[in-house]
């Protein structure tokens, strides 16, 4: 790929995610829940990451990475997508969106499409790492099977923290108290970890340490941004904020003794 090549799945990339973000926001409109956002944004990240590595299988780059990336990528936006999409189907609003609309007060349309584009744009390393992880024309590797067993394991952890998660509010006397068990106890946020924890295989996908792909490198782009987002913008800090005002001293008690974001034994509190 060369620049040219690089500045056109760019454009493609970002045209992509401002339409389907705009697309959630009439979604919002329409619905008032804004809990679709989210879905939204999985499935659109995932096409434009899968879109891309088809096109360069239809450009001729060898079969074996597009295809890996192709798999992933439907693996991850399918498996996030539809757990946040019966999630939103159960609720009346995403309380991160809610607190925010309500600041906004008569302005929030506008706001909150202002929001949605500007999701669009940090959005765009994330989809763009995946296109650039499969236009790579490096021989197949033992850094891609690195890569392979980190998205795995990530998409694996993931979801077994959100089963745990449903399973502890399901059962009788757990409703109203903090879900402090399995992963949850070593992190206060370990679905989060394992979504960052996936997006570092892309870099190795992508980079070519022989240089045939340079513009492999701006995949590391997309592990820094969604660590960025999820412990400083949009994933903790918000969260974080409805979970203390819902449950008070209990959840100021399971910051003092669990990690925020890294999975560590107990009693490390909220610097982790």
Known sequence: MGIAGFVAALGAVAAFLSAAMAGAWLVWRKTGNAGWVDTTWTFAVGTAGAGGAVVALLAGVPAARPVVV?????????????HIARRSGGVSDDPRYARLAEGWGTDAP???????????????????????????????????????????????????????????????????RVCDVGLWSWSRHPNYFFEWLGWLAYPLFAIDLAGGHPFGWAALAAPVGMYWLLVHVSGIPPLEAHMIEKYGAAYRAYQERVSAFFPMSQSRGTAS
């Open 70 to 82: 192709i798999g992933l990528a439907t693996a991850w936006a399918f498996r996030l997508g539809l």
């Open 110 to 176: 506008r706001q909150m499409f202002l929001l949605l584009q500007k999701q669009a744009i940090v959005s765009i390393p994330l989809a763009l790492a995946m296109v650039l992880a499969a236009w790579n024309r490096a021989p197949f590797g033992v850094d891609d099977v690195v890569a392979i067993l980190i998205l795995v394991v990530a998409v694996a952890g993931e979801g077994l923290a959100d089963r745990q998660l449903r399973a502890f509010r399901a059962t009788p006397g757990n409703p109203g």
